[in-house]
């Protein structure tokens, strides 16, 4: 990270921090939550073309989404052998599956011969056998059959002719792939994100209860970013105001994990923008809207905070019906929202109240994306793990209200996605003129400048390595500062 002046962005909002709550909390307060950092990001407006560019799409698809760590699957979706999922990004496509010792590879989604897409589809299949010619290649990546093979003796029984591997890891029930076999390991540049989630969010004992992927009129940027701030509750989600500190989030970034950042959310307090009510309002706002009272009001006796009687009323109702033992989860677990980011695309949230994924992948053009959104439920004490939870595909007409088991969920997601191509026809219509562009918040926005600088770092090396010049990304480069 460069260096950067420190003053820049440290001045905060009023009211309670996200730290002050958890030290209210009525229980112990997982490490990792009180383990929070900022780093300035700097000042500078960020390019606008950067959204609408079909030029910085290339580059992005060519040297960022070619080089990072990507969550592809969960663990659970290979559980025979044979069993695989197609991880299909930007114009790359991968077939992660579960081999014969058990192991999980990841092969290039292409023939040798003439470069079929191999798999359209996930499934469960004994080898990989080529729709146009019939090539077939076994589970572990070897040539096994290759029709009329006397005309193919530069390829029949030659040690090329396995499918090429993407870099493969498991963690905390997913996998992730990555097609540079150079890249970094993934627990190098995840670290931040496997230590919380390793000692305090454990996610093994979870299951995938709900998936949706929907294609959204905007740049995957501009997707991403609508969910990474609390800074757009108040015109976005006002309803949510009386039982949501917006504009007192946290927001970390840890100069020694630079790739994980992460935003905190607290709620059953209100927003710094009201101010006037009592804690019986909060409490009663926040169990209207969660309608996971079914006892309509809770008293909040004197002494007692909102937080304090709705997360209690929350492990009562959730613990039962996670089948799952909550007494002793923190307050700020069962109550707020903590979202972790690793670079490009990942963002699993961490608690219990909250257990959702998202995952954002770019779309045809620099105009739309694919948002993925994974609930992952507490298998119930004693219990089998239930099946993971089939792809509900939504098409780019169609609202986040088709995607069945999305619940509440979607009426908040759909408030959202008005913004989205809003934002994204006036980004085209002024990012010729934009030398300006976007102003993003010195602390609320931090992790946004963070992003982009890490994309441009990406861009550069892959450029670099093929030994072209950077005129090529010149134009789109976030300016120093
Ligand atoms: S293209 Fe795959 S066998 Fe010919
Ligand atoms: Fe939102």
Known sequence: MTAIDDSIGSARSHGPSVQDLLAADSREVPLSLRDSSYVPQGKVDVPKIRYTSAEFAALENEYMWTK????????????????????????????????????????????????????????????????????????????????????????????????????????????????????????????????????????????????????????????????????????????????????????????????????????????????????????????????????????????????????????????????????????????????????????????????LVYRWRPGPTPDTCFMDVIRMMPVPDGQQRPQPAPIQRLRLEQSWHEAEGMGGLASVFEQDMENLPKVQLGLKMTAKRAAKGLKFGLYQEARMRLIHRHIDDTIIEGLTADGRSLDAVEPYLVPEG
């Open 68 to 355: 990072t760590w990507q969550m592809a699957c969960t663990v659970d979706e290979l559980a025979q052998v044979g069993d695989h999922v197609v991880y299909d990004v930007a114009d790359q496509s991968v077939i992660v599956v579960r081999t014969r010792d058990g192991s999980i590879k990841a092969y290039h989604n292409s023939c040798l011969h003439r470069g079929t897409k191999l798999r359209t589809e996930d499934g469960r299949v004994a080898s990989f056998r080529c729709p146009f010619h019939g090539w077939r290649w076994d589970l572990d990546g070897n040539l096994t059959e290759l029709p009329a093979e006397w005309d193919f003796p530069q390829v029949w029984q030659q040690p090329d002719s396995c499918l090429p591997q993407a870099q493969v890891a498991e963690w905390c029930g997913f996998v992730f792939v990555n097609l540079d076999p150079e890249a970094t390991p993934f627990n190098e540049v995840a670290s931040k994100l496997v230590e919380h989630f390793d000692r305090d969010f454990r996610m093994e004992n979870r299951y995938k209860a709900f998936h949706a992927v929907k294609e959204v009129p905007a740049n995957w940027k501009v997707c991403m970013e609508a969910f990474a701030e609390g800074y757009h509750v108040i015109a976005t989600h006002p309803q949510i105001l009386e039982f949501a500190g917006d504009a007192n989030s946290e927001y970390s970034i840890w100069p020694e994990s630079p790739f994980v950042t992460r935003f905190v959310n607290g709620f059953g307090i209100q927003s710094p923008h009201l101010g006037n009510l009592t804690e019986q309002q909060v409490a009663d706002a926040y169990l209207e809207f969660s309608a996971r009272s079914t006892r309509g009001s809770v008293a909040v006796p004197d002494g007692k905070s909102a937080r304090e009687v709705v997360a209690e009323v929350f492990r009562s109702f959730m613990g039962p019906m996670f089948g799952v033992d909550l007494s002793t989860a923190s307050d700020s677990e069962m109550l707020d929202a903590h979202l972790y980011h690793l670079f490009p695309a990942f963002a699993p949230w961490a608690g219990i109240g909250q257990s």
